[in-house]
């Protein structure tokens, strides 16, 4: 079955330091894939998105996501965290059924100072 | 201006009760969805609309209807509430019809408790 898969639950990171959130896909072609973030209390919100073209995808809030067919893989990055990063990360790809859209477990992402 | 926006945001209730969550987009998409994110943060699609039309309708039980006055609205209205029913629910809506490539837009969200 097409899928996403974010193997990390929750990550923790200090304020500064870089930050890679890795997202694994299972589709025979290239697929479409979202990564979207969910602050606190607050509805999800689109970071970037891949379709075609280039692979690495700049997004909103400083963060950029590398699509790489040779590891399946769709991992979001940001050089430098701020605790407002600190958020739910979802991973999204198409479903294999009837629905557009199928979203990852999510990976919670904690800032320390 | 809010593009997807959700009434109410918080919704307390009893067993046995009745409910309807509102859902209001002014983004001039054709398609809405709902979805229902339980307390592990796991997201899982219940309905979609498009123009007015039911065009998703995910394993949910019966007491679960969604009803779409026009393309900008869709309710959710939930007979006889079970403890099982809490949970966050959002509304989202895309663009145009359920093409995987349409990005969605969600809702704030409306965090129901059932007691």
């Known amino acids: 079955a097409q899928s996403v898969t974010q193997p990390d639950i929750h990550i923790t990171v200090s304020e500064g330091a870089s930050l890679e959130l890795r997202c694994n896909y299972s589709y025979g072609a290239t697929p479409y894939l979202f990564w979207y973030v969910q602050s606190p209390g607050q509805g999800l919100q689109l970071l970037l998105k891949?379709?075609?073209?280039?692979?690495l995808v700049q997004g909103i809030k400083g963060f950029e996501a590398e699509f790489k067919r040779s590891q399946s893989s769709f991992n979001l990055r940001k050089p430098s965290v701020h605790w407002s990063d600190a958020a739910e990360y979802f991973c999204a790809g198409p479903s294999s059924g009837n629905t557009p859209l199928v979203f990852g477990k999510g990976t919670r992402l904690s800032v320390i100072a | 201006d809010t593009a997807v926006s959700q009434t109410p945001k918080y919704l307390v209730t009893q067993m046995g009760n009745d409910k309807s969550i509102k859902c209001e987009q002014n983004l001039g998409h054709d398609t809405m969805y709902w979805y229902k994110q339980d307390s592990k943060k796991f997201l899982k699609i219940m309905f979609s609309?498009?123009?007015?039309?039911?065009?998703i309708n995910e394993t949910v039980p019966n007491r679960f209807s969604p009803k779409s006055p026009d393309k900008a609205h869709l309710n959710l209205h939930i007979n006889s509430l079970e403890l099982g029913d809490s949970a966050v629910y959002f509304c989202a809506s895309s663009p145009s019809g359920t093409s995987e490539r349409d990005t969605q837009y969600f809702g704030p969200g409306t965090r129901l408790t059932v007691l």
């Open positions: 609309y498009n123009n007015k039309e039911l065009i």
């Open positions: 891949y379709f075609s073209g280039d692979t």
